[in-house]
Structures are given as structure tokens and as C-alpha cells.
């Protein structure tokens, strides 16, 4: 049923649906506009009828004619005038004048009166002298206004009968109807001038999309999407003024940009006009640095007849790569530091091997005592001052490092530090103590009393490292640029350290500071703890 809904559903012209379509709706609001009028009219026309029954038969009641006509019965002629005027101003259906519960003087339409018959509604009016409203019939469609009719005779006053004035409610509608005629022929209209519009626009419709249908267009258009969609490289393809066209997910991701770009200005979208893509000198295979990525972008401009008339920008991401480089960097680095920790104890190894071959037990053991002290010393330290474990693992291994180069490297006795956060990972920490640490001993290691000296602490609200040397310096001319990428006074292939440290700590939304003179160089990393 469902498949033969949709051979149906697609085997329909557009045309004949929004024809259909229109055409219904119209005739959903004719009729709902014109149903809610015949209501509420109806109810305002049974309101006024029920109120007129009322008011009507209670005005009888207290007329002396109409009270007189029970004692003399020669005013019968003048009564049945009277009933015969009322129900001309009043378009009641009928008047009924009761003497007890005995019908009296009827005035009117026949089978109306023959409603109230049986059962005429009077016993309220007779025992309490009330006037009201009665709805009679199958359908309530009998209104009846009641009022009792008090005679005067002298001494006293009594109810001796009542006034009925009945109103037909299907007369009621019928006028209702009537009423209604003009709207009925206006809908009418609306609605022919509803289908011969609904036709010219479709005809309109089926013009600007070449004759194609709906589900044509729906295909050409996923066919194309899915393929610019599936391009892993973003790309971006704007007019002649710079407008986005296009932009496919891949490119939406790179750029962190939501919702629908078509139409904006490239600089808009973006949100930087000082990217090197956007520049008139720009070659393409550019590298340039989005966030925490590193973005190769290519242009290619849309030429029509020797005319610029658009630009294809694509993307390619370069993170992982560089990701992958550097990992591989903190790894060479962890194993240089294991490799210096093995050196140094091997080293120490043959010192006792020799002292032992020498016979020199006791001094062998001595030397493993000072060097166990040494070691307990300083690991003692370490752990007391600093309570995480990543960053002791860290200074131990740069500590082997820099004995093996015969660098002092030390750890200020004021450090202290109970655990990282997690947002600082280790991989981040690696490359942020690695590469200050190494260039420290790097700077101190080829003079005399080479010492290089580690503060850490986590009072405030940011975790500080601070990492010292007594070395020469940095010339005051490359501290200006010396986080840039490249840039080292070490010679070619260098450079990198400390930008990928800047790189980092900008992750962490952490600073990083320098202050360099003849004497030693400081470098102070500010991260917060909540992020």
C-alpha cells in the first residue's frame, strides 16, 4: 500500500498539486469562516429570541386588557387583537394565555401550539409567580418565555393563568442561512479566483524549474551534494564579490562555522580578512595556522569568457601530520632521557665493578650508599615538594639528562604542587617542560658550574613553571621573535621548540613569559587550573 501511495504521490505533476493543494486550503477556509459565522450567529439569534419570548410574555402579563379578559370574557375580541399585533412585531411563532392550566386564548402557528399541549410549562409561573424560559422538544428547538398572570380583585391579587410566547428555533436557522447568503457568495469568488491563481502559479513555477519536477530536482541537487559533501578537503566557492556559493561540511568544520553561509560575504563567514588565501598575491599551496591547526589552502579562479568571475578555495589539514612529527619529537626526547638515565648508571655500574675487581669492597660499598643517598635525596625532594606523579617522572629523567651533560639541576625548595588538572595532559606537559628544560641545560651545559633550577607551584589560581639557568643570556634583539617558528640562533632545521611550547600553553589558555639578561634566563608558564 505504502509503495503503491508513492508511484501514485510521484506520478503527480507539481502543477496538479499546488493546484490541489490551494484548492483545498481554500475550501478549508471558506467553510471554517463561514461555519463559525452560521455558529455564532445562531447563538446570538437564540439569545435575542429567548429574550424577547421573556420580555415579551412577562410585558403581556402586566398588560389590564390581558388580565381583565379572565373576568370578562366580551374582551376575548380585543385580546386576540392584541396577541395577532404582537406576534406581527415580534416574529414570535405563537401566544398562548392559560386560565389555570386550562389553554384560554391561543394566537398563531397551529403545530406550535400543539407542542405546549400536553405539557405546557407552567407549573413554576402558577405555584411560585416566576417568569422564565423553557427549551421544548427533541432537539430543544421549541422556545418558550413564561410569565404568570396576576388578577387584581380589590382585597387581594391572584394567579389565575399565565402568558406563553413561543419561538420556532428552526425558523431561527433558517434565517441564519439566509443571512449567510452573502458570505456563501463571496467564498465563492475566493475560491474561483483561489484555483485560477493556484494555476498561474504553478504554470509560473514549472517554468523557472525548466519543466523538472520536484523529485528531479531533489536528486540533481543530493547528487551534487553528496558528491561536494564527500570531499574530505574543504572547499569554499565564492563570486565574483567574494559571496559564498558554497561551502561544503568539510570546510563548515575547519572554519567552525554553523547554519547557512550562501549568500555572505567570505570575510563574514570566516571572520578574519588577514588570512593569506584572501590576498591578491596569494600563489596557493600555502601554509598558514587556523586555531590549533595547520592549513594548506590552494584558489583557483572561475574564469568566463577571459573574466574573473568567481574563486575555488580548498583546504587541506595539516594537523596530523604535524601532530604525528611531534609526538614522534616528545618520544625521541623521552628516549634521550632514558638513554642518559642508562648511560649514567652504566657509568656508575663500571666504577663499582672496577672497585669491586680492585678488592675495594668497602669503598664499593660506600659509593653505593652515597649514590643510593644521593638518589633517595633527591627523589625525597621531588616527591615531597611535588605531589604529581607525571611531573616527577618528567624532572627525574631530565635530571639524568643533565648529570650526563654535567648541568646542575635542581629543584627550588619552595616548589610545591599537589596535583595537575585534568585538562593537562602529559603529552602537554612533555612538550612544555621538555623543551624549556632541554634548552636550559642547552644553554648552561659547554661553561663551568652550569646549574639550571625548577620552581613550581600551585597557590592562586594558576599553576606556575618557572625554569632558570645561569647561562649567557638572549641577545635582547631575538626575544622579540623567538616563539616564532624557525626561528634559533642553533643554526638550520631548529626553531621549533619553543613554538610548539607557545603552541601548547595557547591551548591550555595559559601565558608564557621571558626575561632574559647576561646573567641567566627565566622562563615563566602561567596555566589556570580551571579551564
Same mark, same amino acid.
Given at each position: 500500500?505504502?509503495?503503491?501511495? +508513492?508511484?501514485?504521490?510521484?506520478?503527480?505533476?507539481?502543477?496538479?498539486?499546488?493546484?490541489?493543494?490551494?484548492?483545498?486550503?481554500?475550501?478549508?477556509?471558506?467553510?471554517?469562516?463561514?461555519?463559525?459565522?452560521?455558529?455564532?450567529?445562531?447563538?446570538?439569534?437564540?439569545?435575542?429570541? +429567548?429574550?424577547?419570548?421573556?420580555?415579551?410574555?412577562?410585558?403581556?402579563?402586566?398588560?389590564?386588557?390581558?388580565?381583565?379578559?379572565?373576568?370578562?370574557?366580551?374582551?376575548?375580541?380585543?385580546?386576540?387583537?392584541?396577541?395577532?399585533?404582537?406576534?406581527?412585531?415580534?416574529?414570535?411563532?405563537?401566544?398562548?394565555?392559560? +386560565?389555570?392550566?386550562?389553554?384560554?386564548?391561543?394566537?398563531?402557528?397551529?403545530?406550535?401550539?400543539?407542542?405546549?399541549?400536553?405539557?405546557?410549562?407552567?407549573?413554576?409561573?402558577?405555584?411560585?409567580?416566576?417568569?422564565?424560559?423553557?427549551?421544548?422538544?427533541?432537539?430543544?428547538?421549541?422556545?418558550?418565555?413564561?410569565?404568570?398572570?396576576?388578577?387584581?380583585?380589590?382585597?387581594?391579587?391572584?394567579?389565575?393563568?399565565?402568558?406563553?410566547?413561543?419561538?420556532?428555533?428552526?425558523?431561527?436557522?433558517?434565517?441564519?442561512?439566509?443571512?449567510?447568503?452573502?458570505?456563501?457568495?463571496?467564498?465563492?469568488?475566493?475560491?474561483?479566483?483561489?484555483?485560477?491563481?493556484?494555476?498561474?502559479?504553478?504554470?509560473?513555477?514549472?517554468?523557472?524549474?525548466?519543466?523538472?519536477?520536484?523529485?528531479?530536482?531533489?536528486?540533481?541537487?543530493?547528487?551534487?551534494?553528496?558528491?561536494?559533501?564527500?570531499?574530505?578537503?574543504?572547499?569554499?566557492?565564492?563570486?565574483?564579490?567574494?559571496?559564498?556559493?558554497?561551502?561544503?561540511?568539510?570546510?563548515?568544520?575547519?572554519?567552525?562555522?554553523?547554519?547557512?553561509?550562501?549568500?555572505?560575504?567570505?570575510?563574514?563567514?570566516?571572520?578574519?580578512s588577514d588570512f593569506p588565501f584572501l590576498k591578491e598575491g596569494f600563489q596557493g599551496d600555502e601554509e598558514f595556522e587556523l586555531g590549533d591547526l595547520t592549513i594548506i589552502a590552494s584558489r583557483q579562479h572561475i574564469r568566463t569568457e577571459g573574466r574573473i568571475t568567481g574563486t575555488i578555495l580548498t583546504f587541506r589539514d595539516k594537523t596530523d601530520l604535524r601532530k604525528m612529527s611531534a609526538s614522534l619529537s616528545e618520544t625521541r626526547r623521552v628516549t634521550e632521557d632514558l638513554r642518559a638515565q642508562t648511560h649514567e648508571y652504566k657509568n656508575k655500574l663500571y666504577v663499582i665493578l672496577g672497585l669491586i675487581q680492585l678488592n675495594k669492597n668497602e669503598q664499593a660499598i660506600s659509593f653505593i650508599r652515597d649514590e643510593t643517598q644521593s638518589q633517595e635525596n633527591y627523589v625525597r625532594l621531588v616527591s615531597s615538594s611535588i605531589r604529581d606523579?607525571?611531573?616527577?617522572?618528567?624532572?627525574?629523567?631530565?635530571?639524568?639528562?643533565?648529570?650526563?651533560?654535567?648541568?646542575?639541576?635542581?629543584?627550588?625548595?619552595?616548589?610545591?604542587?599537589?596535583?595537575?588538572?585534568?585538562?593537562?595532559?602529559?603529552?602537554?606537559?612533555?612538550?612544555?617542560?621538555?623543551?624549556?628544560?632541554?634548552?636550559?641545560?642547552?644553554?648552561?651545559?659547554?661553561?663551568?658550574?652550569?646549574?639550571?633550577?625548577?620552581?613550581?607551584?600551585?597557590?592562586?589560581?594558576?599553576?606556575?613553571?618557572?625554569?632558570?639557568?645561569?647561562?649567557?643570556?638572549?641577545?635582547?634583539?631575538?626575544?622579540?621573535?623567538?616563539?616564532?617558528?624557525?626561528?634559533?640562533?642553533?643554526?638550520?632545521?631548529?626553531?621549533?621548540?619553543?613554538?610548539?611550547?607557545?603552541?601548547?600553553?595557547?591551548?591550555?589558555?595559559?601565558?608564557?613569559?621571558?626575561?632574559?639578561?647576561? +646573567?641567566?634566563?627565566?622562563?615563566?608558564?602561567?596555566?589556570?587550573?580551571?579551564?
Open positions: 500500500m505504502k509503495k503503491l501511495f +508513492e508511484q501514485i504521490q510521484s506520478s503527480v505533476s507539481i502543477q496538479l498539486k499546488i493546484l490541489g493543494l490551494v484548492t483545498a486550503l481554500i475550501l478549508f477556509i471558506v467553510v471554517t469562516i463561514t461555519g463559525i459565522f452560521i455558529f455564532f450567529e445562531y447563538r446570538e439569534d437564540i439569545k435575542a429570541a +429567548e429574550k424577547m419570548a421573556y420580555q415579551t410574555a412577562r410585558a403581556l402579563s402586566y398588560m389590564p386588557t390581558v388580565q381583565e379578559s379572565l373576568q370578562d370574557k366580551e374582551d376575548i375580541p380585543e385580546l386576540r387583537n392584541i396577541m395577532d399585533n404582537l406576534l406581527r412585531d415580534t416574529n414570535a411563532s405563537a401566544v398562548v394565555m392559560t +386560565e389555570g392550566e386550562r389553554f384560554f386564548v391561543t394566537a398563531g402557528d397551529e403545530e406550535m401550539i400543539l407542542k405546549v399541549f400536553d405539557h405546557p410549562p407552567i407549573d413554576k409561573a402558577i405555584i411560585f409567580g416566576s417568569s422564565y424560559i423553557e427549551r421544548l422538544g427533541t432537539n430543544k428547538m421549541t422556545l418558550v418565555g413564561v410569565s404568570p398572570l396576576l388578577v387584581d380583585y380589590g382585597d387581594y391579587k391572584k394567579i389565575d393563568g399565565t402568558i406563553m410566547v413561543i419561538y420556532d428555533g428552526r425558523l431561527i436557522i433558517k434565517s441564519v442561512i439566509r443571512e449567510s447568503i452573502p458570505i456563501l457568495t463571496v467564498s465563492s469568488i475566493a475560491l474561483i479566483v483561489g484555483l485560477l491563481g493556484s494555476f498561474l502559479l504553478a504554470r509560473d513555477i514549472k517554468k523557472d524549474t525548466l519543466g523538472l519536477e520536484p523529485r528531479e530536482i531533489a536528486f540533481l541537487y543530493q547528487e551534487r551534494k553528496t558528491v561536494f559533501s564527500a570531499l574530505t578537503d574543504g572547499m569554499i566557492v565564492t563570486d565574483e564579490e567574494r559571496r559564498v556559493r558554497m561551502m561544503n561540511p568539510a570546510a563548515k568544520r575547519l572554519f567552525r562555522v554553523t547554519g547557512t553561509v550562501r549568500g555572505k560575504l567570505i570575510t563574514e563567514v570566516i571572520g578574519d606523579e607525571k611531573l616527577q617522572a618528567i624532572i627525574l629523567g631530565k635530571l639524568a639528562k643533565a648529570s650526563e651533560q654535567h648541568v646542575s639541576f635542581k629543584i627550588d625548595p619552595g616548589s610545591s604542587l599537589a596535583s595537575l588538572p585534568d585538562s593537562i595532559d602529559l603529552n602537554g606537559l612533555v612538550t612544555i617542560l621538555g623543551n624549556l628544560i632541554d634548552n636550559a641545560v642547552e644553554a648552561v651545559r659547554k661553561q663551568k658550574n652550569g646549574e639550571v633550577v625548577l620552581f613550581v607551584s600551585d597557590m592562586g589560581t594558576d599553576i606556575l613553571f618557572e625554569v632558570s639557568d645561569n647561562g649567557p643570556g638572549i641577545p635582547e634583539k631575538s626575544i622579540v621573535r623567538i616563539f616564532e617558528r624557525g626561528i634559533s640562533g642553533k643554526g638550520p632545521g631548529r626553531g621549533y621548540g619553543l613554538a610548539n611550547v607557545k603552541k601548547e600553553v595557547g591551548l591550555l589558555g595559559g601565558e608564557i613569559e621571558v626575561q632574559s639578561n647576561p +646573567e641567566g634566563t627565566t622562563f615563566s608558564v602561567f596555566l589556570p587550573k580551571n579551564r
